[in-house]
Every structure is written in structure tokens, then in C-alpha cells.
């Protein structure tokens, strides 16, 4: 518990204001410029990577208001899922998310495997009551070990730890906007924040790409 209160800054809940991301001035300490800037996977689109761990409370917390930005966001943004493999533990949420990726589920079952672990205590990082909470949530056993345990589940969970280091994560949640800049709710000051920050860094990347 200690490490994961070292990875996930508990900061306090705050309102959410619909005009938020429009009001906030974008400050040199509120990000990190990558060097080297890493190449994106998305083309033309500027990318987004969320680094996140579902057993963060600050990565639940920033759910809701990262949902609500990507609703409003334009569509020249392409968002990336990294689960974070901070320590061997960390491995089975990894597992999970990519297993739920691969069945083409992530989309269906992304928030309810925060909400049935923080907020329902359902031991999600026990793989016995995973296999049991998979099988309620309408995916077959077999199915789901298949792509738990398959080589390919295993190569990306060691791709996303390469990627952590090559990124230099250090915290949950963090996101990376277009390979340059990286800011996380330590670094902006809270998730609200977070989410304010990287609206100004995808403009301010966008203005920056050939045109």
C-alpha cells in the first residue's frame, strides 16, 4: 500500500466545470518536454497515451473527467491505453486490460473493472476472482484464459513496461501527448487539472505539426 500511495497521488475530489478546460493558461511547470520526443503510432492524429493502474484511486478518479474530455475533444485525437507495470504485482491488472483488448470487450468493460474493485471491492487482482467476475460479465472461461495466457497478452504486458521506462513514468496516471510532453495529476496538481493541461498540450502540439 505504501508504494501504491507513492504512485498515486491522492488529491481531493473537485467539480468539474464544463468550460474548465477553456480557462486554464498552460504554465512551463505543468508538464515535462520529452528528450528525446518519442514517435507516435497514430499518423496524422495526435496522439494520446494514458498510462493508468486500476488499482490507482487517482487513475479511478480522473475516469469521469478524461471520458467527459474525450467526448468533447475533436476528432483529430487518438487515445492510448498503457496499464502501468510498476512491480510484478501490478502484472495481473496489465494481464486483465489486455485480455479485455484482445476480445474486443474494452470498451463495454474498461469502467466497470474500476468501479467493482474501488468502489465494490471486488478483488479484481486476485486472478481466481477475476476468472469468476469475467464469466458474470458474460465472457466465457475458456475465452478469456485463452487470451490471458497467450504469448501475445505476455508481449504486450512487457511492451508497456518498456514503454514506462522509455517515457520515464513515475506516477499514475500520466499522459503523453504526441510523444513531447508528459504531465501527470502529481504534476498539474490534481486530476482535474490533469485533464486541463493536456487540452492545452494537444492544441499546442497540433500547432506544432507540419501543416
Known amino acids: 500500500m505504501k508504494r501504491l500511495a507513492s504512485w498515486c497521488l491522492l488529491v481531493a475530489a473537485s467539480l468539474f466545470a464544463s468550460s474548465a478546460f477553456a480557462q486554464t493558461a498552460l504554465r512551463s511547470g505543468d ?12 499518423g496524422s492524429a495526435i496522439e494520446v497515451i494514458e498510462f493508468f493502474y486500476y488499482g490507482c484511486p487517482i487513475c479511478y478518479e480522473l475516469q469521469p473527467q478524461m471520458s467527459r474530455w474525450l467526448v ?16 510484478d504485482i501490478w502484472e495481473i491488472f496489465a494481464k486483465l486490460y ?16 474500476y468501479d467493482n474493485f ?19 460479465n458474460g465472457i466465457t472461461r475458456e475465452r478469456f484464459l485463452e ?3 497467450s504469448p501475445d497478452t505476455q508481449a504486450r ?13 513515475r ?24 485533464m486541463q493541461v493536456v487540452d492545452k498540450l494537444v492544441q499546442q502540439a497540433r ?4 501543416q
Open 31 to 42: 508538464f515535462v518536454r520529452l528528450d528525446p520526443p518519442q514517435p507516435v503510432t497514430t
Open 72 to 87: 468533447q475533444a475533436p476528432n483529430y485525437i487518438a487515445l492510448r491505453r498503457i496499464p502501468a507495470k510498476a512491480s
Open 98 to 113: 489486455f485480455s479485455l483488448e484482445v476480445l474486443g470487450e474494452i470498451q463495454r468493460l474498461h469502467w466497470p473493472v
Open 118 to 136: 474501488h468502489f465494490d471491492g471486488v478483488r479484481l487482482n486476485d486472478e481466481k476472482v477475476m476468472l469468476d467476475w469475467v464469466t458474470r
Open 147 to 149: 487470451a490471458y495466457n
Open 157 to 169: 504486458v512487457n511492451e508497456a513496461a518498456e514503454m514506462m521506462n522509455r517515457y520515464n513514468v
Open 171 to 194: 506516477g499514475v496516471p500520466t499522459i503523453v501527448v504526441d510523444g513531447k510532453y508528459l504531465s501527470s495529476a502529481r504534476i498539474a496538481g490534481g486530476t482535474r487539472q490533469l
Open 207 to 210: 500547432s506544432e505539426r507540419p
